[in-house]
């Protein structure tokens, strides 16, 4: 039996992986509302049986898409307090996924995936905000505008760098890195917390 279950597991990693690479060729000719169950399918080669075994819906397959590439990147208030590391591996694991697997670069590039991204984002808010709120003076609204600043900019950024082919992203990234601190320390407390961002 347990011979079977893996067998059937690797079937499921397998079918659900031709599913997902389908979607991100397809997102290459079509806007994400144009993309059809029935064309993916067909580019996958498989019948829409198995594609609704695996998921309800193409918003589904994109959930889970969006879910295995934000899955090892930090969260926003790690990603707001990396550049105080000096270590060249501690910049922003988000922003460096995104430009070092180009497999789901092509997500950025859709205005309807772009603000699901943003969605995905917002779990991590309310960390954000509360650390925010807990080393300034910010109201609630304050810092809130502040994590979608942050969020929409890193996105714009992301998505200008892939149309562009950068091929300097750390330069940008240190420069970003810089504005950001800058803009946190002038309105932070200026106390012992906030020795974190020097």
């Not at 397809?26 to 994400?32: D, Q, T, V």
């Not at 994109?62 to 090892?72: C, I, T």
């Not at 080393?135 to 609630?140: P, R, V």
Request: proline fraction near 2%.
């Amino acid at each position: 039996m347990e011979k079977k279950t893996r067998t059937e597991d690797r079937r499921v990693i397998y079918t659900k992986s031709s599913i997902k690479e389908a979607f991100l060729k397809l997102l290459k000719k079509n806007s994400f509302p144009k993309i059809t169950v029935t064309e993916l399918c067909r580019l996958a080669e498989i019948n829409r049986g198995t594609f609704y075994l695996h998921y309800y819906d193409m918003n589904d397959v994109l959930d889970d898409l969006l879910n295995e590439m934000l899955a090892d990147t930090t969260s926003v208030v790690e990603h707001l307090l990396a550049p105080q590391c000096q270590n060249a591996n501690c910049s922003y694991p988000f922003c460096d996924k995104i430009h070092s697997d180009d497999r789901y670069q092509i997500l950025f590039l859709d205005d309807t995936i772009s603000s699901k991204i943003i969605e995905k984002m917002t779990g991590t808010k309310e960390n954000y905000v509360r650390w925010l709120m807990s080393h300034s003076l910010l109201t609630f609204e304050e810092a809130e505008a502040v994590f979608y600043f942050q969020m929409n900019g890193c996105l714009t950024i992301n998505k200008l760098m892939i149309r562009n082919h950068c091929s300097d992203w750390k330069k940008i990234q240190k420069t970003i890195d810089s504005f950001i601190k800058a803009g946190l320390k002038s309105f932070l407390i200026h106390d012992q917390r906030d020795e974190v961002l020097k």
